[in-house]
Structures are given as C-alpha cells and as structure tokens.
C-alpha cells in the first residue's frame, strides 16, 4: 500500500481489480463466440453456418487477449496463487487451451476445403463445447477450494480433486449459459429465419441459465464456511436478496425484449448483464481470497515494488487494448449479409 500526504492507494487490490476485470471481459466476448461455436450442432444448414461464423470472424480472436492478460497478470501479480492453484487445475486448463488452439485452427480450415469442411465443423463444435465445459470445471474447482499446504506454500491435493459434481455442474451451466449469450448474439447479427430460430432457442436457454443460476447459487455458500458467512448469516442476506433481484430483474429485461420483434440488441445486452451480476456475485464470494478460504490476495501479492512496475505498463496497455477492441466492433457493427458481408 502507498500512502502519500494522508491518500493511501493499496497496489494489490487494483492489481486485483484488473485481473478480475481481464477475467471478466473475456468471459461476455469470448462467451458469445463459444456459445456460438456450440450452436453450430443445431443448425445444419451450410450457408447458416456461413453468416453465424462471419458475424464473428472480424473479432473472434482478438477475444483471447483479455485471457493471455488475466492469466499473466496472475502469474505476475499473484505469484503465490499461480503456484498452488495452477497444480489443482492443471488438466481443466491445459484441456481448456488445446481445445481453443484446436478450435482457432477449425475455424481458418473450414474455408479452405470443401471435401472436409463436415470434419472441420465437429472440430469447431467440439472444440467450443470442450473449451467451454473445462472453463466451468476449472472454476468450480476453485470454488470447491483447494488442499494447500500452507507451511511448504504448495498444493496438497489429489491429480484428480477438480472432479466432482460441483464443478461438473458448472461445466455444464456455462455451456448453457454461453448458449444463450451466442443465440443473443445472433439475434443482433442476423435476420431472417436464421434470427427467428435463434431468438425462439433463446427462450429455453435462457430458462435454463436462470436455474443453473440459482441452482449454483444455493450450492456455493454449502461449500465453505467463508460463503456462508458472506451470504446467508445476519444482514448478509440482503445482499443476497439484492443480487438475486437485481438476476431477475434482467431475466424479466431480457425475456420481454425477445417478444419484441424491433428489438434486436436489447436481448443480448441483458444476457450479457446477467454474465456481469453473476460475476459480481462470485468476486463478493470470493474476496478477499484468490485461494479460497486459504489465501488472501495481500498473501499471495507479489512484492510491492514489482506491483508498481507492472501496473504502469498495465495502465498503458489496457486502455490501448479497449480501444481496438471497442473500434472493432463498432467498424463490424450492424447485421450480416449472407451474400456481401455486412452492412
């Protein structure tokens, strides 16, 4: 913390703040993209697949920079955090990055051949689902916490101890949820019959987020005495009644934004809204742990004067990537065409 003429500026707490945001803006761009890629096994039709993957072929791998920027600033602001959870979650990850390697290199194939653009289009949706599904694994079995030795500052825990019914079931809700995000997505991007599917599947999908929603929400503070603390003990539970109004509240938005047929960008902004309030929700689980309930982030905090001088170039660089991230989609903005691109 540095404290100047009584103002005090606590370097591991924005350090914190920018991982979680990095974290964050990966998920809501790079959720529609992989929802996308998994929407690709209910629409059959060549030229449908065509629009859904141009609607994000101007974008979809700039995505990955906010998980390249999450992911080192961990290993650079957090050391001791990358040291024990890394281990934990070793196959999650590791599992998680071929898949979206294999998922790029689907992507740029399947328009160079026509013989084998069917095999390319499993690899697509394959490697979407899998990237997806192992993301959610890998946060449930932080959630869940994780064995460290404290003494030795190292893991403890089995190769296999990220594996449990949790964690299986956050797989499977952000496989849904992304689902939802990519239908919204082309709701916004398309016209059409291709749009009229997507905004009829939206409805399920976005049923089904809702309970995987709550669902999760109820599990979490079972899993530490730390979550329940946070959230169910004494006045805590007006935050949670708080949060949870506030999922509804947007579920509501959302919903009645898909019956009307002239709105086609307020569905997505709601999705994308109820990614953020869950995340919310989980960075007030969590804090002040990056290793839950073990390691506070002052604990695992890498030593002020390398805080410092990462965080400049943080400060440089993050609003650099914003702007042309932000200039790229809105040079891309507006509806696909199937024939010319878009306009």
């Not at 609003?319 to 509806?335: E, M, N």
């Amino acid at each position: 913390m540095i404290i100047a003429e009584g103002v005090s500026f606590d370097l591991t707490l924005a350090w914190a703040f920018v991982i979680a945001f990095s974290v964050l803006v990966y998920v809501i761009l790079d959720g529609f993209d992989l929802g996308l890629g998994i929407l690709f096994a209910v629409e059959r039709d060549g030229r449908d697949r065509d629009v859904m993957m141009n609607s994000v072929a101007p974008v979809w791998d700039g995505n990955e920079t906010w998980l390249v920027l999450g992911g080192g600033g961990l290993f650079a602001a957090f050391p001791l955090a990358y040291a024990l959870i890394l281990p934990a979650l070793y196959v999650p990850i590791i599992a998680m990055l071929l898949a979206l390697i294999f998922r790029g290199v689907a992507f740029e194939f399947r328009w160079r051949t026509q013989r084998w653009r069917q095999v390319w289009d499993f690899a697509f949706i394959g490697g979407s689902c899998l990237a997806t599904f192992f993301q959610g694994i890998a946060l449930g079995g932080l959630l869940q916490g994780i064995d460290i030795d404290k003494a030795a500052r190292s893991y403890s825990g089995g190769w296999w101890d990220w594996l449990t019914p949790f964690s299986v079931t956050v797989g499977v809700a952000l496989i849904i949820g992304y689902m939802l995000l990519g239908a919204t997505w082309l709701v916004m991007k398309t016209a059409g019959p291709l749009q009229a599917r997507m905004r009829k599947r939206a409805w399920p999908l976005g049923v089904a987020t809702l309970a995987f929603i709550g669902a999760i929400s109820l599990w979490t503070p079972f899993l530490q005495d730390g979550y329940y603390s946070r959230w169910i003990r004494g006045w805590n539970i007006l935050l949670a009644i708080a949060v949870a109004g506030s999922v509804l509240a947007l579920a509501f938005g959302m919903f009645r934004t898909l019956r009307l047929r002239e709105s086609d960008y307020w569905p997505f902004i709601f999705s994308l809204s109820l990614f953020i309030i869950s995340f919310v929700g989980l960075g007030i689980s969590m804090y002040p742990y990056i290793v839950p309930v073990e390691v506070t982030i002052w604990e695992a905090a890498a030593p002020e004067n390398s805080q410092m001088f990462m965080l400049v170039g943080a400060l440089v660089l993050v609003p650099i990537i914003l702007a042309y991230t932000a200039y790229s989609y809105w040079v891309f903005r507006g509806k696909v065409d199937p024939d010319e691109g878009y306009h």
